[in-house]
């Protein structure tokens, strides 16, 4: 009971000494603030505007500039730029996590076994982990969309198989610098599985450096699924997303700057907000990388 | 040094077949054919079936992909499925635009970002420490495609100073390099931001204050010097994904290099022409990988002594 309750406190302690770090990092604050409201947007984009209105071409007001009545102006087929920026939130936030996840997950998996067996299995993983790396991330990214067909699912594989290698290569080697420590030695001693050596003691102590790791790629994911929307092996039109707006709007650019200029911005904020607060994380979890 | 050398490019054999046979993979057993796309709608079954004999299509994936190997070992990279262009003669007349935009992209970057990374640390905490570093956070959070289209805007559409696409004069690289440029100067400048911190606070850095060098050959001799090695790291990444991963930048100023291609050739199905430029990044980019770990050994005399040893790559003690 009182080792329960010691170890809670403990616990609750580390964090809260991260967190005291990472509020006294104003930009990190407000970068968290940023993204908070841009996952508020993203939740709670169906009572902000309908999602028709992101979608309906209304061609008498095509290509309008920011007015009351179309804050953002509209597209070049009548659409309401406002809430396309609205649900682009969602889309770019929803690939950008669910790819986070996928690579996480697959990343962890394999840095694990690679990590905590060595020998051979390390060496086979580790090849192929190289293997991957070696190949330009956008290259790999359209082959297996241009292979599997654009679509949501396919993206996310497309996006997410080329940062397995990056989170296999941190778990990988928080694993190999923790193993040789004496409570896993004791938690061995006392007939631990290999399973639960790895989920309960291994992976906990490199979960900060995933954190910070994930934090900082999502804001990759958010630029490079814009930027394969761009070049048309992204998100499909109509479905509302920045990259694809960009490349909507560009043949029209001269004239109507609005049309490239906003999404843009959009990217920005949202990959800003996640740099910010990967950054911050990075500091307040690791107070000897700060400077 | 040879030694190391030789085993480092033949280090390059297992990851090259790896990278070549997963393309490969992915191009052949998924769907779309080539064969279709080559002959378009008009054609009769009959006609495609003998054009997939001819090309070979119709063995098993394994002896296709071995097929592949050997001619390419031989230097026979093939024919583009798209227009029957030799793949490697096209290969090479688009090279030199993605090398010249990858330079330009790199020397932009170093030549602004070492300086500045070191200005911002040497007077951390300064207005312009502050500036730097929020211009820096800045440019790595922005698409390089979109500063692309932005530069396109004012200094094309509006003031008229330069050409929006093409690749006949240098001014047609100023546009595209500056683009390519802002994520690795960004990088560059907070790496050697933070290293050049780090090294600050060394004894041998102190020690030289003490002895009463002067500020600029402290900065110059004992800080920067020191601080170069990782920064060396991050200027030879950035190069190899410059030249492998232009493609959105080459897409928006219609440049006819490698990532241009690359994007053309994998929407069209073109095996060959992605294979072969793919193959052709991966070997640009393990020797950069070597030039890096070379580059090392001038800079760090530490770490020449190890070039005969097992784990000799200076990026695995990273």
Do not use: C
Request: glycine share 8%.
């Amino acid at each position: 009971m009182e080792q329960e309750a010691r170890r809670k406190y403990k616990k609750k302690s580390k964090l809260k000494s991260v967190w005291i770090r990472f509020r006294r990092n104003k930009r990190a604050l407000v970068g968290m603030v940023v993204l908070l409201m841009l996952i508020l947007i993203a939740v709670f984009a169906n009572f902000i505007v309908d999602y028709d209105v992101a979608i309906s071409q209304v061609m008498k007001d095509r290509l309008q500039t920011p007015s009351a009545a179309h804050w953002f102006g509209t597209d070049h087929l009548g659409r309401d730029m406002f809430a396309r920026i609205i649900y682009g939130t969602r889309t770019s936030l929803f690939v950008g996590i669910l790819t986070i996840a996928v690579a996480v997950t697959f990343g962890t998996i394999i840095g694990a076994i690679a990590g905590y067996y060595g020998g051979a299995v390390d060496n086979i993983l580790m090849r192929f982990v190289d293997v991957l790396m070696a190949i330009p991330s956008m290259l790999l990214a359209i082959s297996v969309v241009a292979a599997l067909g654009t679509g949501l699912v396919n993206i996310v594989i497309a996006m997410s198989v080329s940062q397995i290698p990056r989170f296999a290569r941190i778990v990988r080697a928080s694993i190999m610098s923790i193993k040789g420590q004496e409570f896993i030695e004791a938690a061995k001693a006392y007939g631990a599985s290999d399973l639960r050596i790895i989920s309960k003691y291994i992976i906990p102590n490199a979960l900060g450096p995933i954190i910070v790791q994930a934090t900082l790629t999502m804001g990759t994911m958010i630029l490079t699924v814009s930027s394969l929307s761009f070049v048309g092996l992204g998100i499909q039109p109509p479905s509302p997303e920045w990259g694809t707006m960009l490349a909507e709007g560009k043949d029209q650019m001269r004239y109507f700057p609005h049309l490239v200029t906003i999404p843009g911005l959009a990217i920005i904020v949202a990959v800003l907000s996640l740099n910010m607060v990967g950054d911050g994380l990075r500091d307040a979890l690791d107070p000897r990388l700060k400077n | 040094m040879i030694k190391f050398i030789i085993k480092r490019l033949l280090m390059l054999i297992p990851v090259l077949l790896g990278i070549s046979f997963i393309i490969f993979a992915i191009m052949s057993l998924t769907p779309g054919d080539p064969v279709r796309m080559k002959l378009g709608d008009g054609a009769t079954e009959e006609e495609i079936t003998a054009m997939r004999d001819e090309m070979g299509l119709n063995d098993p994936f394994l002896v296709q992909y071995v097929r592949y190997v050997k001619n390419a070992l031989h230097g026979d990279f093939g024919k583009s499925y798209r227009n029957n262009v030799d793949v490697f003669g096209e290969l090479m007349a688009r090279f030199p635009n993605t090398l010249r935009l990858a330079v330009f992209g790199i020397l932009i970057s170093v030549l602004i970002g070492i300086p500045v990374g070191v200005i911002s640390a040497v007077k951390q905490y300064s207005a312009a420490d502050n500036i730097i570093t929020i211009l820096a956070l800045l440019m790595t959070s922005l698409p390089s495609f979109w500063l692309g289209l932005m530069m396109i805007l004012l200094f094309a559409n509006k003031l008229h100073l330069l050409p929006a696409t093409g690749v006949d004069t240098w001014k047609h690289f100023i546009m595209p390099s500056i683009a390519v440029a802002a994520t690795t100067l960004a990088t560059l400048i907070r790496m050697t931001r933070s290293t050049m911190l780090d090294v600050i606070r060394q004894d041998y850095v102190r020690t030289a204050k003490a002895k009463g060098a002067s500020d600029r050959a402290i900065v110059f001799r004992h800080e920067l010097r020191n601080a170069l090695l990782p920064v060396i790291t991050v200027i030879g990444v950035n190069f190899g994904s410059l030249l492998g991963g232009a493609m959105i930048a080459e897409t928006v100023f219609a440049i006819p290099g490698l990532g241009s291609l690359m994007v053309a050739s994998v929407r069209a199905k073109d095996t060959p022409m992605v294979m072969a430029s793919v193959l052709f990044v991966a070997v640009a980019v393990g020797v950069i990988n070597l030039i890096v770990d070379i580059l090392y050994a001038y800079v760090d005399p530490r770490i020449k002594s190890q070039y005969g040893a097992h784990k000799a790559s200076g990026r695995d003690r990273k």
